[in-house]
């Protein structure tokens, strides 16, 4: 059984990078996509991006200029680094990967704020 | 974008009853490959989001024979054949087809 927990700080001023981690356990990163989605307060799911085992990524293009997706097979994890945050960038995040079973972390609440 | 539109966007149904979900493409969701990616979600409050159903009609491991899933190409539709309290929340659909994916806005199901 996969279980998905993630991890990164949760406040950060504008322009700063947020930096999530999602580790995996009970699973490998083979033959799957492992994916970021994120959800502003009171509103619906946004898809961030995701990555496979061999690195091959895919972003929203909204948020292509800033964002990457990282994987490290060593650990059994994945990241997600977004640069330069503002305000609209306050959402609780999420990870999550389709085995043909579907897992998600538990969220990470990200505020945004000087 | 691949635009998700879900319809109603508020549902308030009564225990026992029926309720159905409308989720409309913007381009058809038939892959080169013959298969539809439209997944549905479930959020209940406080929680991550929950897969109820993915390629268009195939429930997840766990997930109760009321809920079922139809549709084809550009429409789909999440049924509930009675609600029950436990189904209280948010229901989403997710185009996995298309990159970028995209949600829709969501439909927030409550007990009258």
């Known amino acids: 059984q996969v279980q998905l927990q993630q991890w990164g700080a949760g406040l950060l001023k504008p322009s700063e990078t947020l930096s999530l981690t999602c580790a995996v356990y009970g699973g490998s990163f083979s033959g799957y996509y492992w994916s970021w989605i994120r959800q502003p307060p009171g509103k619906g799911l946004e898809w961030i991006g995701e990555?496979?085992?061999?690195?091959?990524?895919s972003y929203n293009p909204s948020l292509k200029s800033r964002v990457t997706i990282s994987v490290d097979t060593s650990k059994n994890q994945f990241s997600l680094k977004l640069n330069s945050v503002t305000a609209a960038d306050t959402a609780v995040y999420y990870c999550r990967v389709d085995t043909g079973l579907d897992f998600w972390g538990q969220g990470t609440l990200v505020t945004v704020s000087s | 974008d691949v635009v998700m539109t879900q319809s109603p966007l508020s549902l308030p149904v009564t225990l026992g009853q029926p309720a159905s979900i409308s989720c409309r493409s913007s381009q058809s969701l038939v892959y080169i490959d013959g298969n539809t990616f439209l997944n549905w979600f479930q959020q209940r409050p406080g929680q991550s989001p929950r897969r109820l159903v993915s390629?268009?009609?195939n429930r997840d491991s766990g997930v109760p024979d009321r809920f079922s899933g139809s549709g084809s190409g550009t429409n789909f539709t999440l049924k509930i054949s009675r609600v029950e309290a436990e189904d209280v929340g948010i229901y989403y659909c997710m185009q996995g087809t298309h990159w970028p994916r995209t949600f829709g806005q969501g439909t927030k199901v409550e007990i009258k």
């Open positions: 390629l268009v009609s």
């Open positions: 990555i496979n085992h061999s690195g091959s990524t």
